[in-house]
């Protein structure tokens, strides 16, 4: 019989300024969920007091403090059954008359061991928290972690709670199910990290909200919802955490270890001059004017031998797009430049070497500009470049960029990166290890990258996800792999990110089907709008597995 670690989602259906009558029945279900043998109990997000408040006026009369009677009673179930439970709650201290939206860490001895007081708070009444204070705990089965709702969309906060050594990330969450999904922020950051997800949601209908099908559940360190439910009132939802040698089974440490921090040091930069202005960002890091970017992600196409792309086949492709512009240059549509991503490449280093000479003399006049990728004589995969580029050495031609593992940097940015000017567009090449990490997104959109590309072989499905979700830093995501493609454009307020995805079509199918298509606005892209508190200190150290245990 596998061991494992039962932990309780208390689904609470929470009801506006009534904490009397939410506290009796939240504490009935912690009490429930503790008799049957929980160690581990998880409450909503500010659970006692509903949470649509539009000031500090209205919403004080409802706040409680650590000494408060349900506090103080949730103490005692925690002490009565060794449980530890995690209560989401608006908190005042009573010293400053400051108002937080906390969650607080009950132990087994009834005591408080830490309060995580949420960092993305309400604007409107709540102080955020410090991005450098402790929200991570010891138990006997691993480290755990504690973030608040809205900071698990943001993926620097949960990689620091990982980098603390949580191997289970435990969010309190008033999330409806309206936009951006809750579950693949949740599916795509317990991947990212290697730890488990345990998302407790709520019920019922706030002043505005609707959480009627607000989704609690368990997601895996693989990224894979094991339990992920709603349901129309309060219930305790159980999820049973795999454990390995009395220890939460994680891939933390894994994935911890695959990380460069020395590419990720242009994360720390302030952005905030930039929020909403396009043209500040232009001008403070030198961009070509925005405009409209016409991309193409291409799988392998029909008809073309193995699994692979050939040269033969991406110059089909290219001459077809340079035989429709001579002969009507206005009917490719309205972009004013054109990206063209393809997948890995079937070739030698001498045949992908004559297809680049090719392209030199073929598309200098178009505009046009490539991306591709190819496994080199040692295994490692590299991302090639050709197009308009700003290069001194090609000042009226184009240009060949080589992104690899060892690549010692070409544009800004610290070594490793490579960024190039192109039309009216900013790219980094990303080999796509690279794109599975959030510092990757972060330290490229900081340095004004409008797009990140990269190109795979095979792609699957949740790293496909996690890749997607680098638009959420703020730039967008274009991958071309041979069975899958996609583009994905930066999503706006809480709406999910706008994608295109194509699977590879069947034989007989014609190249349009093949292909991914998206036309961006770097203008809108240029808009950024980073979490900017974030403990620095910890992302940009070196991993030290034992220390972080």
Request: with cysteine; hydrophobic share 35%; proline share 7%.
């Amino acid at each position: 019989m596998t061991e494992t670690l039962k932990t309780a989602l208390i689904h609470l259906n929470v009801r506006y300024k009534d904490v009397p009558g939410n506290a009796e029945r939240l504490l009935a279900l912690n009490h429930e969920a503790a008799r049957n043998g929980h160690r581990i109990i998880v409450n909503t997000e500010m659970g006692l007091s509903g949470y649509s408040f539009s000031s500090v006026e209205e919403i004080r009369p409802h706040t409680l403090t650590l000494f408060s009677e349900p506090v103080r009673a949730l103490s005692d179930i925690a002490r009565e059954f060794k449980v530890y439970i995690i209560l989401g709650l608006a908190l005042e201290d009573p010293s400053t008359s400051i108002l937080t939206n906390s969650a607080i860490v009950l132990g087994p001895d009834g005591k408080p061991l830490l309060t995580y007081d949420k960092i993305n708070a309400e604007a409107r009444w709540a102080c955020p928290g410090d991005p450098c204070q402790d929200n991570v705990f010891s138990t006997p089965w691993g480290k755990v972690g504690v973030v608040i709702c809205a900071d698990s969309y943001h993926g620097l906060l949960m990689r620091q709670t990982a980098l603390r050594g949580a191997e289970l990330i435990l969010v309190s969450a008033n999330w409806p199910l309206v936009g951006l999904d809750p579950r693949e922020i949740w599916c795509m950051r317990a991947r990212e990290n290697g730890v488990y997800i345990a998302a407790c949601n709520r019920a019922g209908t706030d002043l505005t909200m609707e959480c009627h099908t607000a989704p609690s559940g368990l997601f895996s360190p693989d990224g894979i919802p094991v339990v992920c439910k709603t349901h129309q009132d309060s219930t305790v939802m159980s999820v049973e955490i795999p454990l390995h040698d009395g220890k939460i089974a994680s891939r933390r440490k894994e994935i911890m270890a695959r990380r460069t921090p020395s590419r990720y040091t242009p994360i720390y930069l302030e952005t905030r001059y930039a929020t909403n202005d396009a043209q500040v960002l232009t001008d403070w890091h030198g961009l070509n004017p925005p405009g409209l970017v016409g991309v193409t992600a291409f799988t392998a196409l029909p008809g073309n031998p193995g699994t692979r792309l050939t040269c033969e086949a991406v110059r089909r492709v290219i001459s077809l797009y340079t035989d429709r512009l001579i002969r009507d240059p206005g009917n490719l549509g309205s972009p004013e430049s054109t990206l063209m991503v393809f997948p890995v490449i079937d070739g030698e280093a001498s045949q992908i070497d004559r297809l680049l000479q090719w392209l030199e003399h073929e598309i200098p006049d178009t505009g046009l500009a490539l991306c591709l990728g190819r496994i080199s004589d040692s295994g490692l995969q590299e991302i090639i470049f050709t197009g308009p580029g700003q290069d001194p050495a090609h000042p009226l031609g184009n240009i060949v960029l080589r992104h690899s593992r060892d690549t010692k940097g070409t544009g800004p940015g610290p070594e490793g990166l490579t960024i190039v000017d192109s039309g009216n567009f900013r790219l980094g090449l990303c080999l796509p290890e690279a794109l599975l990490h959030p510092e990757t997104g972060i330290a490229h959109a900081k340095l004004g990258c409008d797009l990140l590309v990269s190109s795979v072989d095979s792609l699957d499905p949740l790293d496909r996800l996690v890749m997607a979700g680098r638009c959420t830093d703020t730039l967008a995501v274009a991958v071309a792999g041979t069975d899958t493609s996609f583009i994905c454009a930066p999503p706006k307020s809480h709406e999910r990110f706008a994608e295109a995805l194509v699977h590879r079509a069947s034989q007989g199918s014609d190249m349009v089907a093949c292909q991914a298509k998206m036309t961006l606005d770097t203008g809108e892209i240029r808009k950024k709008n980073h979490q900017n508190r974030i403990d620095y200190h910890t992302l940009l150290a070196g991993f030290r597995p034992e220390e972080s245990s």
